[in-house]
């Protein structure tokens, strides 16, 4: 499977500010996700980075608080706006990179985000 | 009512042992499974992928997929120290192109 780099691997950050996370992919990938994984809780969908156009964000989640590009298949970033403590979490960038219908998503290692 | 419930454990086992592991789902129209291991500090690693109901072998893994009782499980026999890690279910629907559901994942100690 496709190997996944995410960076930062993790921060601590004051509340208020901007932090954008960067997901590399050592090839070409069909889909590219963006999930929040908080203490306790079960991994979260932020949204779909979709190549070339606006990303797909699921319920509760908004562009103005998590803007995400993908310019090509191979990377996307996630920006975690205006930072307070409930965003504290573990940022996570997963990828399908086999072709074809119904593949599985692989994951980065995460980056982990705490905010003062 | 969560659509994925996972027990979170924390389940702590004898080196050896037989360890079984479960998730049950409310949403009928899910179809692809899936069995995460997550080690500490790392991403969610891939460990067993079926498609509708039945049995899938891995070497040392066993995922079974009930769908008329909405319930999965994971079993790992012979269990190693190495196996110690958080263990998520996911689910998916028509297609895993799209989103994936989680369980809490649950937290498993194999001591020697």
């Known amino acids: 499977s496709a190997v996944i780099s995410q960076k930062p691997s993790r921060d601590i950050c004051q509340r208020g500010t901007s932090l954008t996370i960067q997901c590399q992919v050592d090839?070409?990938?069909?889909?590219m996700f963006w999930y929040r994984q908080q203490p306790g809780q079960s991994l979260t969908l932020i949204a779909t980075?979709?190549?070339?156009?606006?990303?797909?964000?699921e319920s509760g989640f908004v562009i103005d608080k998590f803007p995400i590009s993908r310019p090509n298949l191979t990377f996307s970033t996630l920006t975690v706006s205006n930072m307070s403590p409930e965003d504290s979490s573990i940022y996570l960038c997963?990828?399908?990179?086999?072709?074809?219908?119904?593949?599985?998503?692989?994951f980065g290692d995460g980056t982990r985000l705490s905010i003062l | 009512q969560k659509e994925v419930e996972q027990d979170p454990g924390p389940l702590s086992v004898p080196e050896g042992a037989i360890v079984s592991l479960n998730c049950t789902y409310s949403?009928?129209?899910?179809?692809?499974f899936m069995w995460y291991r997550q080690y500490s500090r790392k991403g969610p690693e891939l460990l067993m992928y079926?498609?509708?109901?039945g049995n899938k072998e891995d070497g040392r893994f066993t995922a079974q997929v009930d769908k008329s009782s909405k319930y999965i499980s994971l079993f790992i026999r012979d269990s190693q120290p190495s196996d110690s890690a958080t263990y998520l279910c996911a689910m998916a629907r028509g297609s895993t192109l799209g989103r994936l559901y989680f369980g809490r994942g649950t937290q498993l100690t194999v001591w020697p």
């Open positions: 949403n009928s129209a899910f179809q692809y």
């Open positions: 090839s070409q990938v069909t889909m």
């Open positions: 980075a979709n190549q070339g156009s606006e990303a797909t964000y």
């Open positions: 997963s990828v399908t990179s086999e072709t074809g219908d119904n593949q599985p998503q692989h």
């Open positions: 079926t498609y509708s109901s």
